[in-house]
């Protein structure tokens, strides 16, 4: 993850990454990279325990650490799925609902003033070079918050909000990025499904759960994460709205790489870094 300068010296990449440059995630079965816009379109991925779901999902939070025009909101039940970055993030939620749900119901704030600010400006989407961040949440476990914690009417506004944030966030650079390992349609209908652009069926226990991931008779035609092998973590089938769903081996990062990535991008993010912009700020009230 170098370049090389003039003088021969490694420079490294990070500050001038942005999350709106394409995200590495793995290689096809051809061998080709794989690459998604995640500020576009929100990723979802379903399967089940030991798939590789967290590898997906730190491969998005490692690139939106080193992006120092980028924000994370973090949601992990477990603490140590995403704890790597959370001095990095600008809220972390655990094991507490009341904390998740004040957490996205800033978000959707935050979501409907940046609409009101594209309004002013006579535009559908914010641009990369409108110089706002990117907020993008990632969530390692919907169903701690959708079915787990709190009471039923808490985790029903929790889906709820969720559902308006995928909603809105995919124009106004705020992208959310869910995982679970329990693919329902009590907890993933297929409204919310298919306002996530890409989905990411690992390995599933049952074709329905294949469907609910990727949509509706995927399996029929042949696309069944039930097919994936249990030795093969990892491997998911993975779609883009508008196309077919590809076998791809996500790219893995170990738990000591992670935290090298996490100590570098928390350099790089110091502030006043005269290489890089101060991308951590916490100030995150603002639609900016
Ligand atoms: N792309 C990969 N290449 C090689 N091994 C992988 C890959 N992804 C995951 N693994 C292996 O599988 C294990 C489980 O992966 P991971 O924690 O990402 O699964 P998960 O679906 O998130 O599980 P859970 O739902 O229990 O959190 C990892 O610890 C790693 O050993």
């Given at each position: 993850?170098?370049?090389?300068?003039?003088?021969?010296?490694?420079?490294?990449?990070?500050?001038?990454?942005?999350?709106?440059?394409?995200?590495?995630?793995?290689?096809?079965?051809?061998?080709?990279?794989?690459?998604?816009?995640?500020?576009?379109?929100?990723?979802?991925?379903?399967?089940?325990?030991?798939?590789?779901?967290?590898?997906?999902?730190?491969?998005?939070?490692?690139?939106?650490?080193?992006?120092?025009?980028t924000?994370?909101?973090?949601?992990?039940?477990?603490?140590?799925?995403?704890?790597?970055?959370?001095?990095?993030?600008?809220?972390?939620?655990g094991?507490?609902?009341?904390?998740?749900?004040?957490?996205?119901?800033?978000?959707?704030?935050?979501?409907?003033?940046?609409?009101?600010?594209?309004?002013?400006?006579?535009?559908?989407?914010?641009?990369?070079?409108?110089?706002?961040?990117?907020?993008?949440?990632?969530?390692?476990?919907?169903?701690?918050?959708?079915?787990?914690?709190?009471?039923?009417?808490?985790?029903?506004?929790?889906a709820?909000?969720?559902?308006?944030?995928?909603?809105?966030?995919?124009?106004?650079?705020?992208?959310?990025?869910?995982?679970?390992?329990?693919?329902?349609?009590?907890?993933?209908?297929?409204?919310?499904?298919?306002?996530?652009?890409?989905?990411?069926?690992f390995r599933?226990?049952?074709?329905?759960?294949?469907?609910?991931?990727?949509?509706?008779?995927?399996?029929?035609?042949?696309?069944?994460?039930?097919?994936?092998?249990?030795?093969n973590?990892?491997?998911?089938?993975?779609?883009?709205?508008?196309?077919?769903?590809?076998l791809?081996?996500?790219?893995?990062?170990?738990?000591?790489?992670?935290?090298?990535?996490?100590?570098?991008?928390?350099?790089?993010?110091?502030?006043?870094?005269?290489?890089?912009?101060?991308g951590?700020?916490r100030?995150?009230?603002?639609?900016?």
């Amino acid at each position: 993850m170098t370049l090389t300068a003039s003088d021969d010296a490694p420079v490294p990449v990070g500050p001038s990454l942005s999350m709106f440059d394409p995200v590495f995630v793995g290689i096809d079965e051809f061998g080709e990279p794989v690459y998604l816009d995640i500020v576009y379109h929100n990723l979802l991925a379903g399967g089940e325990s030991g798939g590789g779901k967290s590898g997906l999902l730190n491969n998005v939070a490692c690139t939106a650490t080193l992006a120092t025009n980028t924000r994370m909101v973090l949601f992990d039940g477990k603490l140590v799925e995403l704890g790597a970055y959370r001095d990095l993030a600008d809220a972390f939620v655990g094991y507490d609902i009341d904390h998740a749900l004040s957490v996205v119901r800033r978000l959707l704030t935050v979501a409907t003033n940046r609409y009101r600010w594209l309004l002013g400006q006579r535009r559908r989407k914010v641009l990369p070079t409108d110089d706002l961040t990117v907020i993008v949440t990632i969530i390692d476990e919907l169903a701690v918050y959708c079915t787990l914690l709190g009471t039923k009417a808490q985790q029903e506004e929790f889906a709820t909000l969720i559902r308006g944030l995928v909603f809105l966030g995919r124009a106004c650079a705020m992208p959310v990025v869910a995982a679970t390992q329990r693919p329902s349609w009590d907890m993933i209908p297929a409204s919310l499904r298919d306002q996530f652009g890409y989905r990411a069926a690992f390995r599933c226990t049952s074709r329905n759960s294949s469907d609910i991931v990727l949509g509706q008779d995927w399996a029929d035609r042949g696309y069944n994460a039930v097919d994936i092998a249990p030795t093969n973590p990892g491997a998911v089938l993975l779609l883009a709205e508008g196309g077919i769903p590809r076998l791809v081996k996500t790219a893995y990062l170990t738990d000591e790489q992670i935290y090298h990535i996490v100590d570098y991008a928390e350099w790089i993010r110091r502030p006043n870094n005269p290489a890089g912009r101060d991308g951590h700020r916490r100030d995150w009230d603002m639609a900016a």
